[in-house]
């Protein structure tokens, strides 16, 4: 299935990942800007999933420089099953779940942010396969597989359960 989504791409990640979420295995936010706000549903409720599944995540993002990035990357953090890689040159956008027998992937043009998902104009192309070899299938594998990637071009190793404020550390060390 391919459709394009053009209003709340986030939040319909976020739903997707709800539905999911008892036989999710992994989610991936690759998205160079993230913020958080007590408002911003499609974070809070990625996290309230993740924090419940034993589903994995993996973010792939920009060093934090901005304060509400650093809240979000703080957040996602203190999630015991999440992995973050910095990738200073990133400006891809794709959103991907992997459940027992689905695929999904969302691709476009809207940052993880609250502004991408409910004042910008944005659009994604939502990706789904439930079998291994048709073309949708082959296409979100090529998206897991090039999110995979980034994480090898990451500007420092995998960042796992580090706690919070480990951004400020590395900050320290590399001026």
Do not use: M
């Given at each position: 299935m391919i459709k394009l989504v053009s209003e709340r791409a986030l939040t319909h990640f976020a739903n997707m990942v709800s539905v999911h979420s008892r036989s999710l295995r992994h989610a991936w936010i690759v998205s160079p800007w993230i913020?958080?706000?007590?408002?911003?549903?499609?974070?809070?409720?990625?996290?309230?999933?993740?924090?419940?599944?034993?589903?994995?995540?993996?973010?792939?993002?920009?060093?934090?420089?901005?304060?509400?990035?650093?809240?979000?990357?703080?957040?996602?953090?203190?999630l015991a099953q999440t992995e973050i890689f910095y990738l200073d040159q990133l400006h891809a956008k794709l959103y991907l779940m992997e459940c027992d027998g689905l695929r999904a992937a969302l691709i476009g043009?809207?940052?993880?942010?609250?502004?991408?998902?409910?004042?910008?104009?944005?659009?994604?192309?939502?990706?789904?396969?439930?079998r291994e070899t048709d073309d949708a299938a082959?296409?979100?594998?090529?998206?897991?597989?090039?999110?995979?990637?980034?994480?090898?071009?990451?500007?420092?190793?995998?960042?796992?359960?580090?706690?919070?404020?480990?951004?400020?550390s590395r900050a320290t060390q590399n001026p």
């Open positions: 913020t958080t706000t007590e408002s911003f549903y499609a974070l809070n409720v990625t996290i309230g999933v993740i924090q419940t599944s034993r589903a994995q995540l993996s973010v792939v993002t920009r060093p934090p420089d901005k304060p509400n990035h650093r809240a979000a990357v703080v957040a996602l953090e203190a043009s809207a940052n993880f942010t609250e502004e991408g998902d409910t004042e910008l104009v944005e659009v994604v192309a939502d990706v789904r396969s439930s082959r296409f979100t594998r090529e998206l897991f597989d090039f999110a995979r990637e980034l994480t090898v071009h990451a500007d420092s190793e995998c960042i796992k359960n580090l706690g919070p404020g480990w951004w400020r």
